[in-house]
Each structure stands twice: as C-alpha cells, then as structure tokens.
C-alpha cells in the first residue's frame, strides 16, 4: 500500500475519532465541534461550503457558541502536525473574521490573553509529510497575518468607542447637550482642545498610533504572503 493511502486512512480515522469524542464529551457545543472537525479534516479536497455555513449560523446567533468555537479550533491547531488541517482551520478562522459575528476578533484577543494558542503557529512543524517545509512555512506565515489583522479590527474596533463617546460628549463633565456653550468658563471647542491634552486625549493619540502602525504591517504581511504563496506554487 502506498504511502500517501496509509496517510489518508490514519488521517480519516483521526477525524472520525475526533468526532466521534465531540459527540459522546457532553461539552457546551458538541454539534459545532464536529462541523469544525468536517471543516478541518485531513483529506486534501477542500472543506464543503455547507458547513462553513452552519458554523456561521450556529455562532452569529450566540455568544457562548463563539467562545466554544474559538476554543475548538485552538485546539485543533495546537494538537496538529499537519499543514492541510493547519491550513483548513486557519482558512476556518479567516472566514468567520469576514463572515461571522463581529465579536470574534473580541474574543480571540481575550482568549490569547487568557494563555490560549489561538494564531501562535510560530512553532509548527509538519510530520505527516516528507519536503512539506515550504506548507508549513505558509501555516506560520499566514496564522501570523491572521494575528495581525485581529489585532488591527480589535484595536481599531476600541478607537471607535471612544470616538463615539467622546461625539456623544461623555468627557468627564456629562453630556454636553445638557450644558452650556460658555459652562465650566470655557468654550466647547476649548474644552475639547484641553480634552486632547489630557491624558486620555493622549491615549486616544496613542491608540491612533498604534492602529496605524498594525494597518502598515498587515499591509507589508499581505504583500509577502502573496509573493509567498505564488513563489512556492499554492
């Protein structure tokens, strides 16, 4: 028997067992931890479309199930040692970031900061194929951007609350509608020229700083995961 049909069948035998535990573990999401592992197997064809968007669907109605999802495919890259499921489940975590309910990037923030794994492929190898350095090389590359983009959306995500709590006039005095132009013995527009010296208008320059600063580098990061990807033939 060849050695590319052993690898299938180990692998179809890891996924059925995966689902098989998903089912009878009585975790909070047991039905979304097997679309995850269908999302993610280990056969090269690619993932059906359908259970993309069952994932979509079962998480934008819920936040519990957006943390249980989060913590699925974090689990799921931490415990593979191969690219095509590394792959399927960083293709998986770039879709509900476009697709799913805006509170992912949230929640993959909190759930890094809290020690888990979730786009920390900085360490993968692959060992279920010979010469596969430049896939996994990719797996790294491309959890990398992923990073960087959650991390830009939620950044960028802080800097319009406190925009638009800074617009609704919660400066520290209450709402402006409910004062005077002259109140407090200055103007508005003064006002909020002093709010920008303050220390939390220096923040918000900080904040704006570092939001563009993430910007430049996924920029730069998209520019070479392209030119990666077409140098190494994916």
């Not at 280990?42 to 199930?65: C, K, M, Q, V």
């Amino acid at each position: 028997m060849a050695t590319s049909t052993i690898r299938k069948a180990i692998g179809a035998v890891k996924d059925q067992t995966s689902i098989s535990i998903a089912k009878v573990a009585g975790n909070i999401a047991p039905d979304l931890e097997v679309l995850v592992v269908k999302v993610t197997s280990h056969d090269e064809d690619p993932a059906d479309e359908r259970y993309f968007r069952e994932i979509i669907n079962l998480t934008f109605h819920s936040r519990g199930y957006v943390s249980a999802c989060v913590a699925t495919v974090s689990r799921r890259l931490s415990k593979t040692h191969d690219w095509i499921v590394a792959i399927k489940a960083l293709m998986l975590v770039h879709r509900l970031l476009v697709d799913g309910h805006p509170s992912f990037e949230e929640e993959i923030v909190y759930a890094t900061r809290r020690g888990m794994r979730v786009l920390n492929m900085s360490d993968f190898r692959d060992e279920a194929h010979s010469h596969s350095w430049d896939h996994a090389a990719f797996v790294r590359f491309y959890a990398m951007y992923l990073d960087e983009k959650v991390e830009f959306a939620f950044s960028e995500q802080k800097l319009k609350a406190i925009e638009r709590k800074f617009d609704e006039g919660y400066d520290g005095f209450g709402p402006r509608e409910h004062r005077d132009d002259f109140d407090y013995g200055m103007p508005k527009r003064s006002r909020a020229y002093g709010d920008l010296n303050g220390q939390r208008g220096w923040q918000r320059i900080a904040d704006c700083v570092k939001g563009f600063d993430m910007y430049v580098s996924a920029a730069k990061m998209i520019d070479e995961l392209v030119g990666f990807m077409v140098g190494v033939g994916i």
